[in-house]
């Protein structure tokens, strides 16, 4: 005799839940994880945010120095070219009554005829001037910086030149003078750019000026500001 028994092979159903209706055009509700957005981490975006408020780089400034120091150094050997080829020592041309003059003078020493038995000496410090400005200028990103620091290259330079190859020998050159301006000492095209530069490069100190192109008082207070919020 055949039993009318049928064995179920589905699952008990728990307690409590609910079979979704799977009837013929009925949709299955979509469950919040299948509709909600899948949203980017968050460190994806740190670096375009850091991007955007981090400010250019500066461009490096060796080549502006470098031709400032060349132009001066050119314009330094030309007018000593000129005044040991036309003038004589001893008899000077005066240009504005007797406040300016052109006079020629071999000077032993240093700027404005300054520290006249120490020219060996001078020798040596004008070339740790250069060896120093050219180290300095390879890192330099700011322009008036990279003026100042190109006059006094162009002017050490110059000196220099005439104190390696100039009588009456090497590291004893004698330096030509020849700009007369009243009572001041007589001076060449390099002095006035070693002297220009030099109060240039500490105006821009006092003003805080950084040869990096940055302002020390807006690193100051960056610096404060961010103690404040630590």
């Not at 509700?29 to 981090?54: F, M, N, R």
């Not at 005829?113 to 050219?134: F, H, R």
């Not at 530069?197 to 940055?214: H, I, R």
Request: proline share 7%.
């Amino acid at each position: 005799m055949r039993n009318d028994v049928r064995v179920s092979t589905d699952r008990p159903r728990e307690s409590g839940a609910e079979e979704p209706d799977t009837s013929p055009g009925q949709k299955i509700p979509a469950t919040d994880a299948e509709t909600s957005p899948v949203s980017e981490p968050a460190e994806s975006k740190e670096p375009e945010t850091a991007a955007t408020e981090s400010e250019p780089a500066r461009p490096l400034r060796l080549r502006t120095l470098l031709i400032v120091a060349a132009v001066l150094l050119g314009l330094d050997l030309l007018t000593k070219t000129i005044v040991v080829s036309t003038m004589t020592p001893g008899k000077p041309i005066y240009l504005i009554g007797d406040s300016v003059r052109l006079t020629l003078v071999r000077n032993p020493g240093a700027a404005f005829s300054m520290a006249t038995g120490m020219t060996w000496l001078l020798t040596l410090i004008a070339a740790a001037v250069v060896i120093g400005v050219i180290r300095i200028g390879r890192t330099l990103r700011s322009l008036p910086w990279a003026i100042g620091l190109g006059m006094v290259l162009g002017g050490a330079l110059g000196n220099l030149i005439d104190r390696l190859f100039r009588a009456p020998g090497p590291l004893q050159g004698h330096v030509v003078d020849f700009v007369a301006v009243g009572w001041w000492p007589v001076f060449n095209v390099a002095d006035s750019s070693i002297v220009c530069g030099a109060v240039l490069l500490v105006a821009l100190t006092l003003f805080g000026f950084e040869p990096d192109g940055t302002r020390m008082h807006r690193q100051q207070a960056a610096s404060g500001a961010e103690g404040g919020t630590a």
